[in-house]
């Protein structure tokens, strides 16, 4: 609900309530997007391993969702589903998320609810499985906070009718509206919470890249000088060190950057010399495979626009995560040989 201005006698009061409404209106749109947008990186570095006529079909439906066009896309989701049974689970999947989404103006939630239900219910074993619950969660989360704040609106609202009608009250009636006003932003500072630190542009080189995994934080270094640190996202079971292949770790211990790809999928990429020989020991102890292809890289081709929203959530499998213009940083100042420490 908007709320509209009320015609009170006192302009500069209604002005400065107005303006105070539009910004919440504005954090409001922000902690939807938030709640929306993390579990859609979810998906990751995942691949889709059914025929090359499936595959074209799932790039089509893609590509209309990147232009907006999201009944189209809805569509040749349909037709997967109706064609390729197999691949229902990660099409119910898709189909929830552009349901959700919240540029689509006809989203709706009931029915991105039902696709993930229903994923959940015909593919117990399905690899979206978890993402599903997690979406189902934060849906309901979202309807029950829309709910919430509608409602404290609509007092507001109420209020400001009242002042309009009995002007001899309106001081008394301004400090209620203000301190309902307060309330629904201390709730939407729930979902808010991430501050972005402004800081200059890095000038490298850097001879060291700390990346502590507790903190999320990624910190470039140069003779002992902190250059610039950024936010992270790591590997979807993030917490102890990378022991094989597939366990979706992020690793932990001393590399270096020993190549680097412009033309990657996720926009652009700094290998790391994941694994070591302490990592190969304990690999072999084990009886499994290390795993590799561990690197820094940006959000998945065709999802930049989620910027800093990608760190809501773990969604790599085993990377390192930042966003596009981040790794065009410190893909400028981190030269091959650049040691990589990775903390718990």
Not at 153 to 171: C, D, K, T, Y
Not at 234 to 263: A, F, M
Not at 285 to 293: A, H, K, T
Request: aromatic share 6%; hydrophobic share 30%; net charge positive.
């Amino acid at each position: 609900m908007v709320l509209r201005s009320s015609n009170i006698v006192l302009t500069d009061t209604k002005s400065n309530m107005g303006k105070k409404q539009s910004k919440m209106g504005r954090h409001l749109s922000l902690f939807y997007a938030c709640i929306i947008l993390a579990p859609m990186l979810i998906c990751g570095c995942s691949h889709f391993n059914e025929g090359s006529r499936a595959k074209s079909t799932f790039i089509e439906a893609n590509d209309f969702f990147s232009q907006g066009n999201y009944t189209a896309s809805l569509g040749k989701y349909q037709q997967i589903i109706e064609k390729y049974p197999t691949a229902g689970d990660r099409v119910l999947f898709e189909m929830g998320i552009i349901y959700a989404y919240p540029g689509n103006e006809q989203k709706d939630y009931q029915k991105s609810l039902e696709c993930f239900q229903k994923l959940i219910k015909d593919y117990p074993g399905s690899g979206n499985r978890k993402d599903s619950e997690l979406m189902i969660f934060n849906i309901n989360n979202v309807i029950v906070k829309d709910t919430t704040i509608a409602a404290q609106q609509a007092q507001i609202e109420a209020l400001r009718q009242e002042v309009q009608n009995r002007g001899n009250e309106i001081i008394t009636l301004q400090i209620k509206i203000e301190a309902l006003e307060q309330e629904v932003k201390s709730k939407e500072s729930e979902i808010n919470t991430l501050k972005k630190e402004i800081v200059v542009i890095p000038k490298g080189p850097a001879d060291r890249i700390l990346i502590e995994k507790k903190e999320r934080r990624l910190t470039l270094i140069s003779k002992g000088k902190v250059l610039k640190t950024y936010q992270i996202a790591l590997g979807g079971n993030p917490n102890g060190p990378k022991e094989r292949q597939g366990d979706n770790k992020t690793p932990e211990g001393t590399y270096v950057i020993d190549s680097r790809n412009k033309n990657s999928r996720y926009h652009r990429s700094l290998h790391i010399s994941y694994p070591n020989e302490k990592d190969k020991k304990r690999a072999k102890e084990l009886g499994v495979s290390p795993g590799g292809d561990i690197m820094i890289h940006g959000i998945k081709n065709g999802f930049s626009w989620a910027g800093d929203y990608h760190t809501e959530v773990d969604w790599t499998k085993g990377c390192i995560a930042v966003t596009d213009e981040e790794i065009e940083e410190i893909d400028k100042v981190a030269p091959n040989g650049t040691i990589v420490e990775i903390r718990p």
